[in-house]
């Protein structure tokens, strides 16, 4: 996997770039927008992560360049303006995930890895499949219904959305910021453990009485949901 | 307005008290005139009086009585004065010349005594008495203008004083009228600014009075305080600005730390709990930034509606298993409301009230919307005392002196930059027991 990052402040460029080594990333790694666009347009990357703000060619600026000249690499904006004005302008631009600065590497991670594994030519949500299955844990989005082999377990609307969250992309590591982006629809951080309630609540109803748990929290980072053991 | 008011308004006591002073003046200055002028009057009555006795009197010592008589008569007959009247009885009373038709009862007889009396026709008159020889009696009298001059002169005196005490009672009250528009357009601004609105400036007239003098120092002074407050905002959030920065810098040296491997459990640990103050403290800088945005208006007031029952019954799904944890409850009572704003912006500012009523309160949390869209956030705990209510909103400021509960007094704030971002207002009122933080709606 390739992944492209155009970030001007050395320290982050180098501090994204090991990290992305480490985790096993092929990366190129620029310092200016212009070099950015170059490289963007010209060669072919499973992903680039751009900051926004860019000397010479802006950050909005490439996305959209690139859009326009159909290249649907996934992008993943990289910002210090984390208000809900520049969120939603970075989205509109076209990118796919929208990460404010300061930001965590298992953030970071976890969001790259959720873009790179995302089934391409869509936009991830509009998955035409109506069921999904990991292991024994069966849910159906139009019946809205969800099993755990013979048992049916009821869920709040809110529940429901978060474990479909969690099984569209089960065996990855799922931030608790996403978790709130991708269920919530309002940007906002919470000051307390306002997710982790759910997830206990959600994952009481789920991994009661089985005899292999499924919902496995991954310390300072998230959620995965998923059979094997970390 | 209240009576007790207009009594203590400088405006009413200078309306009431200008007119009497100006009457009792130009009382004091006008009774020295009036009084010479009567002195002056009866002065030529007496001259008139005293010249006519005298020719009487040389007549008697030169014809005796009879003489007496005949002038009397000659002068009556003549009527070269109409205004004179005489009168000589005998020592029985009986009548023997004159014009009167008795001697008048007021009038005592005693030789050279000066008396006033009423003639026949009623007139005002004046005159002066003599002892003739062999106890007869002259009175020497002529009717005096005094009486009709005297009533005119305090009609016209008491017009004057009248009609001066209403031009200038009616001038007093136009002026203060006027002035105390003024000064209320004054201390609604005054008051504007007070309540946080420190670009706000008093207006100045175009006359350029005193008064305008004044509030051009009052605004200079306005300037001065805005430009403090402003440093002192600038300071707070260039500090947050800034630090963000290093602190970034050792959070990312930090979170590569704890990605290598081989670290020990004890180190991991320790690096993750430095990790999480560092967020701390970096989502305070946020929440700070964030605060200093919405007081400067940097976020747009934006023409969408959104449906607040839905948001705050949204901010209540996320937190009703958050207060069910704690063994408290969320109970919710929501009209539907349209309103103007910011759905996200909306979103925080209850997520705020019910983070804070959850934190503080220890207790069930009831949320109420109206229909006329005002929003109360009640908890049942111990409150807060009355004296700090207002004070409760106030950037890095805590009710708890202890300080043992979370939080370091910005998410009250933000809510009250919130509400007030979108023309509505945040108060707070014991609900005894517990606090009630109510949302109302601007006009």
């Known amino acids: ?115 790179l594994r995302r089934p391409r030519g869509g936009d991830g949500t509009s998955g035409e499949t109506t069921q ?14 969800v099993r755990r082999g013979e048992r049916r377990i009821d869920l709040q609307p809110k529940e429901f959305q978060l474990l ?23 940007h906002f951080d919470p000051k307390t453990n306002v997710i982790d309630v759910h997830i206990s609540n959600l994952r009481q109803k789920i991994d009661k009485d089985a005899t292999v748990a499924l919902i496995h929290t991954v310390r300072g980072v998230g959620y995965r949901l998923g059979l094997e053991v970390d | 307005m209240q009576r007790r008011q207009y009594r203590r308004s400088a405006f009413f006591r200078f309306a009431v008290a200008l007119p009497l002073l100006l009457a009792a003046l130009s009382g004091v200055l006008l009774w020295p005139i009036y009084r010479e002028a009567v002195d002056h009057i009866r002065e030529q009555v007496h001259a008139a009086i005293e010249r006519d006795s005298w020719d009487l009197e040389v007549e008697f010592h030169e014809h005796g009585i009879d003489g007496l008589i005949d002038a009397i008569e000659q002068r009556l007959a003549r009527q070269l004065d109409p205004s004179t009247l005489y009168l000589l009885i005998d020592a029985d009373g009986a009548i023997l010349a004159g014009s009167m038709a008795q001697w008048p009862i007021s009038v005592t007889r005693e030789d050279r005594a000066w008396a006033e009396f009423t ?28 009486a009709s001059f005297d009533r005119s002169l305090a009609l016209q005196l008491g017009w004057t004083v009248l009609a001066m005490f209403t031009l200038s009672a009616l001038a007093a009250t136009w002026f203060s009228a006027r002035l ?39 605004n200079r002074t306005f300037a001065d305080l805005e430009r403090l407050v402003d440093g002192a905002r600038q300071v707070s959030n260039h500090l947050a600005h800034d630090l963000r920065r290093p602190l970034q810098a050792a959070r990312q ?9 081989g670290l020990d459990g004890a180190a991991r640990l320790a690096i993750e709990s430095s990790l999480s103050e560092i967020d701390q403290l970096l989502g305070t800088f946020a929440a700070l930034l964030r605060l200093a945005k919405l007081q400067a208006g940097g976020f747009e007031r934006g023409g969408d509606y959104c449906e ?39 979103f925080q500012l209850v997520q705020n009230l019910i983070e804070n009523a959850l934190n503080h309160g220890h207790s069930d949390v009831d949320v109420r919307l109206d229909a006329d869209g005002e929003l109360c956030v009640r908890d049942h705990g111990p409150g807060v005392p009355e004296e700090l209510l207002t004070r409760l909103g106030e ?32 108060r707070f009122e014991n609900a005894a027991p517990g606090l009630r933080a109510r949302v109302s709606p601007g006009k």
């Open chain 1, 1 to 115: 996997m390739r992944v492209l990052i155009v970030e001007d402040d050395r320290h982050t460029r180098e501090f994204i770039e090991r990290a992305l080594r480490e985790s096993g990333y092929t990366v190129d790694a620029v310092g200016n927008g212009r070099d950015g666009l170059f490289l963007a347009t010209t060669e072919a990357f499973d992903l680039v992560v751009l900051d926004r703000m860019l000397p010479t060619v802006d950050g909005l600026t490439i996305l959209r360049t690139l859009r326009a000249s159909k290249i649907t690499t996934p992008v993943l904006i990289l910002s210090a303006l984390g208000d809900v004005d520049d969120r939603v302008d970075g989205l509109r631009a076209g990118s796919d995930d929208y990460l404010v600065k300061p930001f965590a590497l298992a953030e970071l991670l976890a969001r790259i890895e959720a873009l």
């Open chain 1, 132 to 145: 999904l299955r990991v292991a024994d844990l069966e849910l159906d989005r139009l019946k809205r219904s």
């Open chain 1, 164 to 186: 479909e969250y969690l099984m569209r992309h089960h065996d990855q590591v799922v931030t608790r910021s996403m978790l709130l982006e991708a269920v919530w629809d309002y």
């Open chain 2, 119 to 146: 003639a026949d026709d009623g007139e005002h008159a004046e005159g002066q008495v003599f002892g003739l020889f062999g106890q007869r009696w002259l009175l020497v009298g002529r009717r005096s203008p005094l």
């Open chain 2, 180 to 218: 105390r528009r003024r000064l209320r357009g004054l201390a609604l601004d005054a008051e504007a600014i007070r309540a946080g609105d420190l670009a706000r400036r008093l207006l100045i007239s175009p006359h350029q009075d005193e008064i305008d003098d004044l509030a051009e120092r009052f």
């Open chain 2, 253 to 261: 040296h930090l979170d590569e730390l704890a990605h290598r491997s």
């Open chain 2, 308 to 346: 607040l029952d839905r948001v705050v019954a949204d901010a209540i799904e996320l937190y009703t298993p958050v207060a069910a944890a704690a063994g408290h409850s969320l109970r919710a009572e929501l009209q539907p409301v349209r309103i103007r704003g910011d759905r996200h912006l909306w």
């Open chain 2, 395 to 426: 950037r890095f400021f805590r009710a708890d002196p202890a300080r043992s509960t979370p939080g370091i007094g910005i998410g009250l704030a933000l809510a009250r930059a919130i509400a007030q971002h979108h023309g509505a207002t945040l």
